[in-house]
């Protein structure tokens, strides 16, 4: 019998990190493939990127309106709220067997708390992690109680999550999903890139992503202003801006980066959202990324490309050694980037070891998925103290 596995994405992140996954869902004749869609995918402001979705070619089931014209904590509070109505209906019609959950969006929580009523197990991938900076920390913890079977991305986290209560037979270390772009993914050239976004690449160039950090004591327009005081140090250095996650906090940020790249148009891009492939090609050819962005952790090393990791989002995640981290101030940016670029730095980031796998999760969450023996009464594990 053929098993129904829904997949939830919101973000153009998310979906990026699952396309191999997708795919493979959808190729597999023992599985059927359901997908929902919501948050900034169905945003005007954040690009629509459900379009990329179905030209990517797959079929959206089930399209759920959540996100408000807000910028408050208020306001995503709210779209929690949809999100659990949307979701309570969708999940109903759907009825699958499995509900596959990436990470720890505030979206991801409404589907989560969802399904667990609903008693469809949930798959969790990338619990465990620990992000300080941000209160996606405690809803990625909520979701794995939340959860039935997890797939972590380190045994570091394996561990976390069976600390949490998780039973070790139900926690299992399948890397990072979004690296098996490494060995399965294409890329463009620096030419294809430029041809693609409209925007000659003559010179070396950073890519930027930088979201509102929602716990710490980090304003996002004084960071973000930073940020682009100390690029300004840097005038032979082009930039490729990417916007924000819909985070309270996050549309301050929209026009100050519009503003920016209208100023230089030759120098700077701005652009909503750039599609895995280009992305990834961005990062393969820039000569550093910079900002808060989990991809600077866990994808970027990959590429042999430094990361400047501003601020508090990613506190206590862990990072490969060509990560530098540092305030989110104009000196400790300006410091951080000087080093990212210099020649010998990124020759030494060609050596360095990615500790989130190998670009084979995939197949491991399809094996995970079929052999998966739903029980809706979950037992609290208890790791033995010795006294």
């Known amino acids: 019998m053929t098993k129904k596995i829904s997949v939830f994405t919101g973000t153009r992140a998310e979906y990026g990190l699952l396309y191999w996954l997708l795919k493979d869902i959808q190729a597999d004749t023992e ?23 179905e030209r990517d070619g797959f079929v959206i089931d089930e399209k759920i309106e ?12 709210k779209s929690m709220g949809l999100g659990v109505l949307g979701f309570a209906d969708a999940l109903s019609r759907l009825a699958p067997d499995a509900l596959v ?9 409404a589907a989560a708390q969802t399904a667990m009523i609903l008693r469809i197990p949930v798959v969790h991938l990338h619990g465990g992690e620990i992000t300080e900076g941000a209160y996606d920390d405690a809803i990625r913890h909520a979701i794995t109680k939340l959860s039935y079977l997890h797939a972590t991305s380190t045994e570091e986290y394996r561990q976390r999550v069976i600390q949490l209560g998780e039973a070790p037979d139900r926690v299992f270390n ?13 890329f463009l050239s620096v030419d294809e890139l430029a041809k693609s976004l409209n925007f000659a690449l003559t010179q070396p160039f950073v890519v930027v992503t930088y979201h509102p950090v929602t716990l710490a004591d980090e304003e996002p327009i004084a960071s973000f202003n930073a940020i682009l005081d100390a690029l ?16 309270d906090g996050g549309r301050k940020i929209i026009p ?24 990834l090609s961005a990062i393969k050819h820039a000569a550093a990324v910079v900002g808060n962005s989990s991809s600077g952790i866990i994808e970027v090393p990959s590429f042999d490309v430094p990361t400047v990791n501003i601020g508090m989002r990613q506190k206590g995640r862990l990072a490969a050694k060509s990560v530098l981290h540092c305030d989110a101030t104009t000196a400790a940016i300006n410091s951080a980037l000087e080093a990212a ?28 998925v079929k052999n998966l023996k739903f029980a809706s009464v979950k037992t609290f594990y208890d790791i033995k103290v010795s006294v």
């Open 66 to 77: 959540i996100l408000l014209s807000s910028d408050s904590a208020v306001g995503i509070a």
């Open 256 to 279: 100050l980066l519009e503003a920016y790249a209208a100023k230089q148009p030759q120098r700077v891009l701005a652009i909503p959202s750039m599609g895995q492939v280009r992305y």
């Open 101 to 109: 959950i990436l990470g720890d969006r505030f979206e991801a929580l």
């Open 31 to 53: 599985l059927s493939l359901q997908l929902l869609v919501t948050g900034m995918h169905l945003s005007p402001e954040f690009g629509e990127t459900f379009r990329q979705i």
């Open 341 to 368: 670029i210099n020649r010998s730095y990124k020759a030494n980031c060609e050596k360095i070891h990615n500790p989130y796998g190998q670009g084979n999760a995939s197949q491991q969450v399809i094996s995970l």
């Open 232 to 247: 300004d140090l840097y005038p032979d250095l082009q930039i490729i801006l990417t916007y924000p996650n819909a985070d």
């Open 174 to 186: 399948v890397g990072a999903i979004g690296l098996d772009h490494l060995n399965r993914g294409t």
